[in-house]
């Protein structure tokens, strides 16, 4: 691995990269911070970590020298931290004579709500890790893979298949499509993962955009700080969706095939009316819709009728609908410890909203608000800097394995 410590300015440092196509590095800046990780056509690109002068580090993946897509430092450190629940997980759990595949047929693994990566070449990994050491542990020849990955049509796909790992043992293939529906054909698939992604709904329920509705939520763009009756009309919504998550799985997986779950839950005991961080979040960039329809830059009806359609459900609530599931055995439910990092700077901090939030907010508002949304958005967040300390975040990561019952 080529390595390279340098005292480098700012601008020589993207110069005299050039010649680096995708290769890990080290670089040390002249002002003090220093960034390890991949490069290409002499920008940051790919995974990579930068250490700020002050001390603080940004662990994440960079898309042609930009911070790139939704990575909060807890999804990532969710998914370091499960590593060694899937892997004990499924070496105690798959087995490669009860899923009845035979060494010639391949294995059917599928990432629920991927993104563009990296976090699901990380996850996909450690699956393919793991069922290895199960089939050498049988003295079974090593299966061929197959691992499809899903998300909503609009996922850039591109994006995903240009960073597929080059020297992957997997063949990939891209799944359009949402998961709240039937994605593949009766009994296919071995194991079905997915990390960070049911915690969206993918419909917003009516009443909450009704102005002649008590749960109208108006001058709100989620349920975290809302009236009762908005918190209880998205409650509604995700658990039907969730049912109906369920139930195509069900259809979808073999007997004995598993679903290896990351949901993000609510902590125990907390008043979503006052606790929830990623309400107060929210309801900060809600304050920035509401000062722009104020001045006329948008419509208060247009805000009116915008939320966020992501759920946090209470880890007991879930917990009592999985058991209550008829089709699928709970093996392991254990909350993981994600190491929380800080996000070091304000502009990185929003740089992460906005990436998540960008496309949906283009959606419903059309072009030319998100720069000015953004920009009042950042200036508000350094006015309240206590959003970025991601140890008030108040969410533990669940990490649930399931096991499908036998078909009849
Ligand atoms: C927070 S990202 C998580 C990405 C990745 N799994 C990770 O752990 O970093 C959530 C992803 O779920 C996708 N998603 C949300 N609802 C979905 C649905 N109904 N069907 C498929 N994908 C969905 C989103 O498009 C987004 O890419």
């Not at 990390?195 to 709904?201: E, F, G, R, V, Y």
Request: glycine share 6%; charged share 25%.
């Amino acid at each position: 691995m080529p390595k390279r410590t340098e005292n480098l300015g700012r601008s020589e440092f993207k110069f005299l990269l050039k010649a680096i196509v995708l290769e890990p590095c080290d670089v040390t800046c002249s002002d003090g911070s220093c960034y390890i990780g991949e490069f290409k056509y002499g920008v940051k690109h790919g995974l990579g970590c930068y250490h700020f002068r002050n001390g603080d580090r940004y662990d994440g993946e960079y898309f042609g020298d930009k911070i790139h897509g939704f990575h909060f430092s807890f999804v990532r450190s969710a998914i370091e931290a499960a590593k060694k629940h899937v892997h004990g997980a499924i070496t105690t759990t798959f087995d490669p004579k009860a899923i009845s595949a035979s060494s010639k047929s391949p294995i059917f693994i599928v990432d629920l709500g991927c993104s563009t990566g990296p976090n699901t070449f990380i996850a996909i990994q450690h699956i393919i890790e793991a069922i290895q050491t199960q089939y050498q542990s049988h003295n079974l020849p090593t299966p061929e893979f197959q691992v499809f990955f899903n998300d909503q049509f609009s996922n850039d796909f591109n994006t995903l298949f240009q960073k597929l790992p080059p020297n992957r043992n997997y063949f990939a293939s891209g799944v359009p499509g949402s998961f709240h529906g039937r994605l593949f054909p009766r009994q296919s698939l071995h194991l079905v993962h997915s990390s960070a992604s049911l915690n969206w709904i993918s419909k917003l329920p009516e009443e909450i955009s009704d102005r002649d509705c008590g749960a109208w939520n108006k001058g709100r763009i989620h349920y975290a700080c809302a009236s009762r009756e908005v918190v209880e009309a998205y409650e509604k919504q995700f658990y039907m969706e969730f049912d109906t998550f369920l139930n195509a799985r069900a259809e979808e997986i073999v007997s004995n095939g598993i679903m290896a779950l990351q949901i993000a839950c609510a902590h125990e005991g907390i008043d979503v009316h006052k606790d929830l961080y990623p309400g107060k979040d929210f309801d900060l960039l809600g304050s920035c819709f509401m000062d722009m329809a104020k001045l006329g830059l948008v419509s208060e009806e247009k805000v009116d009728t915008f939320n966020v359609p992501i759920y946090f459900p209470h880890l007991k609530d879930l917990k009592r609908k999985l058991e209550s599931n008829e089709d699928f055995i709970i093996e392991k439910m254990e909350s993981l410890e994600a190491k929380i990092q800080l996000v070091p700077n304000v502009e990185m901090y929003v740089s992460h909203r906005r990436a998540a939030l960008e496309a949906l907010i283009e959606k419903h508002f059309g072009e030319g608000v998100v720069d000015e949304l953004f920009g009042r958005y950042t200036n508000k967040v350094k006015e309240f800097p206590e959003m970025m300390d991601l140890q008030n975040l108040k969410l533990d990561g669940l990490f649930v394995l399931l096991k499908r019952r036998l078909h009849p």
